[in-house]
């Protein structure tokens, strides 16, 4: 039986911030913080060179119809939670933290905080006790729970014309 460590393949040449972390059974990428952040600080400034019309599980939405490729290209292996510790202000082009982020910890957004309305939706498995379960876009998401989350500038137009 192979051990945890043979199964995680470590690439830390992308970014002096951040390594990804590839599970190699799960055939599954990561992204996990080499330095640590205070809350509320900027983790790492991004821009897009693509823009693409449709959404796909590796893009971000700025507007309507216009969803970026990140660059650098790393910052796309942040995986989903419901308890995120950070979030794409696409307006200031900015990755800020939501709370402390200690070395060696999973880097995590919360995928509607910029998804509308989501082309891959999935079954979250975060773990975390205010797991919100199938993950679909703020379109989808109650008035409850909006108030604990921050949106982009994007998403917050869409809920105020939705009459949030
Ligand atoms: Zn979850």
């Given at each position: 039986?192979s051990?945890?460590s043979?199964?995680?393949?470590?690439?830390?040449?992308?970014?002096?911030?951040a390594?990804?972390?590839?599970?190699?059974?799960k055939?599954?990428?990561s992204?996990?913080?080499?330095?640590a952040?205070?809350?509320?600080?900027?983790?790492a400034e991004?821009?897009?060179?693509q823009?693409h019309s449709?959404p796909?599980?590796?893009?971000?939405q700025?507007s309507e119809?216009?969803?970026?490729e990140?660059?650098?290209?790393y910052?796309?292996?942040?995986?989903?939670s419901?308890?995120?510790?950070s979030?794409f202000d696409?307006t200031?082009k900015?990755?800020v933290?939501?709370k402390?982020?200690a070395?060696?910890?999973e880097i995590?957004?919360?995928?509607?905080?910029?998804e509308?309305?989501?082309d891959?939706?999935?079954?979250?498995d975060?773990?975390c006790?205010?797991c919100l379960?199938?993950?679909?876009g703020?379109?989808?998401?109650?008035d409850r729970?909006?108030?604990?989350y921050?949106?982009?500038?994007?998403i917050?137009?869409?809920?105020t014309?939705?009459?949030?």
């Open positions: 039986m051990n945890q043979n199964q995680i393949v470590i690439d830390s040449s992308q970014s002096e911030i390594e990804i972390r590839t599970n190699l059974v055939n599954h990428r992204l996990y913080s080499r330095k952040f205070k809350a509320h600080s900027v983790v991004f821009d897009w060179t823009i449709k796909s599980y590796l893009t971000v700025i119809k216009e969803h970026i990140l660059v650098p290209t910052l796309e292996c942040i995986n989903h419901c308890d995120p510790n979030f696409t200031s900015q990755l933290s939501l402390d982020i070395v060696g910890e995590t957004f919360f995928y509607p905080s910029a509308w309305d989501m891959q939706i999935f079954q979250c975060c773990g006790s205010n379960g199938v993950i679909k703020a379109k989808y998401l109650d729970c909006l108030k604990n921050r949106f982009t500038d994007f917050k137009q869409k809920l014309s939705r009459g949030v």
